[in-house]
């Protein structure tokens, strides 16, 4: 079974500033994927990016960027130039790959994120 | 493009009544997957559904089932409810298997 750890509960920000959130995994697969999750007080849970293990290169999108290292089993994200609109609870997610395994995520407990002025 | 509509978004339900959830995924999904998140156990995993037949299945007792709808459209069932089943539940669809775009989810409050 995969497990996915987020050791940071809560982070604080101030705005423009950069911020990086933590995730480890566990899994014996090589054909996997990682996410990290927005979750704003609206409760709807936005896809921020998504890194496929067979990658070697990490995943950047706009101000945020990740860090995956495959070997250590981490995966952490990077929010630069943080605005006001960050502010939200972050989940890392784990995807098996393979036909059959479609949006059977494995989450980790999340990271409250506050942007502060 | 709509995205993932669950209906509806608040309920209150009184313990052993059962209760029924709705999603309509993106057009042209037809993967639907359900999540149980509270404060507790965060985000668990319930069931996927896909073209119409369960295709994954969580840790969850026999109370909780689904179905998908030839249209894709997918309904979760919660039978005898008990407290501890008070939750946001989030429904995801997906096109492919690699990426899930979730619903604003229902808040569950069982009383």
């Known amino acids: 079974a995969q497990t996915v750890t987020q050791s940071q509960p809560e982070m604080s920000v101030q705005e423009a500033e950069t911020v990086t959130l933590s995730c480890t995994y566990d899994?014996?697969?090589?054909?996997?994927?990682l996410f990290w999750y927005k979750q704003p007080p609206s409760r709807q849970m936005i896809l921020v990016i998504r890194?496929?293990?067979?990658?070697?290169q990490n995943a950047t999108e706009n101000r945020f960027s990740v860090n995956f290292q495959k070997a250590a089993k981490s995966f952490s994200l990077k929010i630069s130039d943080s605005q006001l609109g960050d502010t939200a609870m972050y989940f890392c997610?784990?995807?098996?790959?393979?036909?059959?395994?479609?949006?059977?995520?494995?989450f980790g407990t999340g990271t409250r994120l506050q942007v502060t002025l | 493009k709509a995205g993932v509509t669950q209906t509806p978004r608040y309920l209150i339900k009184t313990r052993g009544q059962q209760v029924t959830l709705s999603c309509s995924p993106i057009?042209?999904?037809?993967?639907v997957s359900w999540y149980q998140q509270t404060p507790g156990q965060g985000l668990q995993f319930l069931f996927e559904?896909?073209?119409?037949?369960?295709?994954n299945k969580g840790n969850f007792p026999g109370r909780f089932s689904g179905r998908q709808f030839s249209n894709s459209r997918s309904e979760m069932n919660v039978s005898t409810l008990e407290l501890g089943d008070s939750a946001l539940y989030l429904c995801?669809?997906?096109?492919?298997?690699?990426?899930?775009?979730f619903g604003q989810g229902t808040r569950l409050t069982v009383v």
């Open positions: 995801a669809s997906s096109l492919v298997d690699t990426e899930a775009f």
């Open positions: 899994t014996s697969e090589n054909n996997y994927y």
């Open positions: 890194q496929e293990a067979y990658k070697q």
């Open positions: 997610a784990f995807l098996l790959g393979g036909v059959g395994t479609a949006s059977k995520l494995t």
């Open positions: 057009s042209g999904h037809r993967s």
């Open positions: 559904y896909f073209s119409e037949t369960q295709r």
